[in-house]
């Protein structure tokens, strides 16, 4: 009997990551491994979903829809002999892969016997929805996609929720969750087998360019939190882990909205020092402006 896997996709720091978390920890009695890929060589989801699940790889330096395919079969291959009882896989996509390109290796007729993708997850950013529903890549993902999960709905108005769902039905979606009224039952993601028809040719978008900024040192906050604030107006993500007088704290910055938090205990147990991953579009992100802005904050 093949092993379903469950792809989620959905735009940079749409939440996916706290998305995989919750269905990790959810009550459902089932052994899930998962298999992440970040956008870089710092594999910062990996380290926040090490200890839910019960074995969890990450994939680094590329991106799954791509360049790394066969690395995505190998790691496929490499979970299934390392945790035999596995009962369900989920693969977190970057956000910048088409699902389509994942879907298509994951047809690989050898594999078949070992794993089958039984459903693609979107994760929607509903605040950023306005800035992201004319962009092809968030197209293809919203477009290639069996469920839709809406996130970030606090403090949603009833209008601004209908003209998500309106979005979303235009697009001929019609699974649609909202995540703060509750997580959806795995039933949801373990459907009766799916017809998937002629998939999409994957969308190729080399829009993005990303710098990996790594000190092994403390630095300071309200010196970080002022760089961070200058630097966000050309970035679209960044997160990481920062090693400041408080401690280890978590970084998140998705758009101009950022936060920080104390770094969870697995993570920050192997954490001396700030690891941090930023991205943005190629035509506004100067990847040498930025690693200077925080090379400043090394004193
Ligand atoms: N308020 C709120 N914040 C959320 C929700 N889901 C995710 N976030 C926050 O959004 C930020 C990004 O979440 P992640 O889960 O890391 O997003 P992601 O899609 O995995 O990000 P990338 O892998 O970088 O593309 C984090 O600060 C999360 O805490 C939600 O439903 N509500």
């Known amino acids: 009997m093949s092993v379903p896997v469950l792809l989620v996709t959905g735009f940079l720091g749409a939440g996916k990551t706290s998305f995989i978390n919750q269905l990790l920890q959810a009550d459902h009695g089932l052994r899930i491994a998962a298999i992440v890929n970040d956008f870089g060589s710092i594999n910062i989801d990996a380290a926040l979903l090490e200890g839910a699940a019960d074995g969890v790889i990450g994939l680094k330096n590329g991106c799954i829809c791509c360049s790394l395919q066969g690395d995505l079969l190998r790691t496929l291959k490499i979970v299934l002999n390392q945790n035999p009882g596995t009962d369900h896989i989920v693969i977190e996509a970057s956000g910048v892969a088409d699902p389509a390109g994942i879907a298509q290796s994951l047809t ?72 703060s009224k509750g997580f959806p039952q795995m039933a949801v993601f373990h459907p009766e087998p799916r017809k998937r028809t002629a998939l999409n040719k994957p969308l190729q978008d080399d829009r993005f360019a990303h710098l990996e900024w790594q000190y092994n040192g403390k630095i300071d906050l309200r010196r970080f939190q002022s ?47 700030c690891r941090l991953v930023l991205i943005g579009e190629r035509k506004r992100f100067d990847a040498d402006r930025v690693e200077q802005q925080l090379n400043g904050l090394i004193a």
């Not at 993708?117 to 890549?137: G, K, M, N, Q, W």
């Not at 990481?240 to 697995?266: I, K, N």
Request: glycine share 6%.
């Open 108 to 179: 690989d007729p050898v594999l078949w016997s070992q794993v089958r993708l039984e459903t693609i997850a979107c994760l929607i950013d509903v605040p950023d929805l306005a800035a992201r529903a004319d962009d092809p890549l968030w197209k293809a993902q919203v477009s290639g996609s069996d469920i839709h999960c809406l996130a970030k709905t606090e403090g949603t108005t009833l209008t601004e929720l209908t003209a998500v769902h309106g979005t979303l039905a235009d697009l001929g979606k019609q699974h649609v969750f909202d995540l």
């Open 227 to 273: 760089v961070m604030s200058a630097l966000a107006p050309d970035l679209l993500r960044a997160k990481g882990f920062v090693w400041v007088a408080e401690g280890s704290l978590l970084f998140q910055m998705t758009g101009t909205r950022a936060t920080l938090s104390r770094a969870p205990e697995v993570a920050s147990a192997a954490q001396q020092g």
